[in-house]
């Protein structure tokens, strides 16, 4: 173990700033204009309803910690959240339970394997590993307080919207479409169950979890929710705390560690910040302390990540100066 909750040291942040308000639009309208004809990829069709989404469909959101917004394109189409629910109900789970539980419960480590493993599970004596991933993120939504499965799903829906600032609500066809089709899932919930991961019913928790990867929102949605990380846990539009600061650092450090799936080194090596996708095309990135990004686009590479939305959030990393590991010779070193 490397850190417990005993260490007594004030935690100092590093931030920084982004530059001015008109240099972060020309940047996002840029990386928009730069990308929109990029054709690589292919829309995921294993989900029914998500194969007919229109492939030229590109929107992109900047959000600053201090309320200013910069959109290009289609930013405020809406789509299925996916899995970057994932990001966010983790985020309130952590608030309820704790660092120290959720770790010990879900995990922290990256499996190397794809989202729907079940080879990891079983690798892992049933332990899922991290939240980013299907098995992680199942057994993170059955620890949603609740004392029915519907006051659960309330207190995902409620609190995915304070993240937003806005009341999302769940499109019922992209639900039924992957309730028909997520027999993984739901062998997943299953084999959990079966090494005492869960308590809740495993197939209740599928329910739920379907529910929240079903609810709508647009790439200015996401770039808000990641803003709200950002800032400590407080939504930059209405103000509100949504979750604590130690909750936004330990999701920010799952998202570093897992959000892109078995390219999150890469993600990270490329690109520098926390991140995180979902199969609908969305994609969601955090600066701690400046912003965020939201980004949609529905052709996906084959770890299941949007590839115009990669493309434009490496780009605004790079203009931008938000990448965590970029450093310079301080002045004193210098001439």
């Keep these: 173990m490397i850190t417990s909750e005993s260490d007594s040291i004030a935690r100092v942040v590093s931030t920084g700033s982004l530059p001015g308000w008109n240099e972060v639009e020309s940047l996002t309208s840029a990386a928009h204009e730069r990308y929109l004809t990029l054709d690589d990829g292919e829309i995921a069709d294993y989900i029914p309803v998500l194969a007919a989404v229109d492939p030229s469909l590109f929107g992109l959101s900047v959000i600053e910690v201090n309320g200013a917004a910069h959109d290009a394109g289609d930013s405020g189409h809406p789509f299925s959240i996916q899995s970057i629910s994932k990001a966010f109900v983790y985020a309130l ?6 660092h ?7 995990g922290v480590n990256n499996t190397g394997l794809p989202f729907n493993s079940v080879m990891a599970l079983e690798l892992n004596d049933g332990h899922p590993m991290n939240p980013m991933v299907n098995a992680g993120a199942i ?8 004392t029915s499965s519907a006051e659960q799903w309330e207190v995902i829906r409620t609190g995915l919207s304070a993240f937003a600032g806005r009341q999302l609500v769940m499109d019922g066809e992209v639900y039924a479409s992957e309730m028909a089709t997520n027999f993984r899932n739901k062998a997943i ?7 005492g991961r869960i308590d809740a019913d495993p197939l209740e928790t599928v329910d739920i979890y379907t529910r929240q990867c079903a609810l709508l929102v647009n790439a200015h949605d996401l770039a808000i929710m990641g803003a709200t990380l950002a800032d400590g846990g407080i939504n930059p539009m209405t103000g509100q705390r949504v979750v604590s600061p130690e909750v936004c650092g330990d999701t920010l450090a799952m998202l570093a560690a897992s959000g892109m799936y078995e390219r999150s080194g890469e993600w990270l090596f490329e690109i520098g910040i926390p991140a995180k996708s979902g199969v609908a095309g969305g994609i969601v990135a955090i600066a701690p302390g400046k912003g965020a990004i939201g980004a949609f686009s529905p052709r996906l590479n084959s770890a299941g990540n949007s590839v115009r939305g990669q493309r434009a959030i490496a780009y605004l990393s790079r203009g931008l100066g938000l990448n965590l590991f970029a450093s310079k010779a301080s002045s004193r070193t210098q001439g």
Excluded: W
């Design 139 to 146: 057994a993170t939504t059955a620890l949603i307080p609740g």
């Design 93 to 98: 789970v952590c608030e309820e339970y704790g």
């Design 189 to 195: 919930a299953r084999l959990l169950e079966s090494y």
């Design 100 to 106: 120290a539980g959720v770790k010990e419960r879900v």
